[in-house]
């Protein structure tokens, strides 16, 4: 079966512009996941989302925000982008979020900001 | 802070020996804990869980060992191969209010099999 699908894979944008990026999670998986990697931070946790509400959030500035639609896609928008936020985002799909069956991942959105 | 650690940046072991990498974790809340082995530019490709009930599960060549008591994990994988060579990350999940899930990783071990 396909797995969890990220676009773009790479994207470059200009400090103070806003920026989209898209999941399109394992097909019957409810539980969407969002992840920033820096070399500095690690993996760090943006938020979950489960049949469209969002359950989690990490602790990211309000200018980080996403959403899922009823087909279980997710996006996530960040705004007013500043050179901190050049980081690899990647998306992870559940069933049902939790432990219990693990997370699979996409490959990523490598997002540069210059 | 960081909630997960482990604290050993690389790990290098020869084809065919035993590879433990461990991990340290401070929330007694976590009630799943998981491994991940990751490639430049891929996202992370899961290995192998065990729930916080458990103390031990096996996988193939990789198993996974939980001591609550001292709040420690090991990975072990026998017999390595080449193709283990990657960044193995651990990470643990809790519930929140909401139900909601959320991932912590420790930075990673990268591990080197040598021929």
């Known amino acids: 079966k396909a797995g969890v699908t990220q676009t773009p894979r790479y994207l470059i944008k200009t400090r103070g512009q806003q920026v989209t990026l898209s999941c399109s999670p394992i097909?019957?998986?409810?539980?969407v996941s969002w992840y920033q990697q820096t070399p500095g931070q690690g993996l760090q946790f943006l938020f979950e989302y489960f049949s469209e509400t969002q359950r989690n959030k990490g602790n990211f500035p309000g200018r980080f925000s996403g959403r899922q639609f009823s087909n279980s896609r997710s996006e996530m928008n960040v705004s007013t982008l500043e050179l901190g936020d050049s980081a690899l985002y990647l998306c992870a799909s559940s069933p049902f979020g939790g432990g219990t069956y693990g997370y699979t991942f996409g490959s990523g959105t490598r997002l540069t900001v210059v | 802070d960081q909630q997960v650690k482990q604290n050993s940046p690389s790990l290098s072991v020869q084809e065919g020996r035993i590879s433990i990498l461990n991990c340290d974790y401070t929330?007694?809340?976590?009630?799943?804990f998981l491994w991940y082995k990751k490639y430049p530019a891929e996202g992370p490709t899961f290995l192998i869980s065990i729930s916080s009930i458990k103390d031990k599960n096996e996988d193939g060549r990789f198993t996974v060992f939980l001591n609550k008591s001292a709040k420690h994990l090991s990975l072990h994988i026998v017999p390595s191969q080449p193709g283990d060579s990657a960044v193995y990350f651990c990470a643990a999940s809790a519930p929140n209010s909401n139900s909601g899930y959320a991932l912590n990783f420790g930075k990673g071990t990268s591990l080197l099999v040598t021929p």
């Open positions: 929330n007694s809340m976590f009630d799943y």
């Open positions: 097909s019957g998986h409810r539980s």
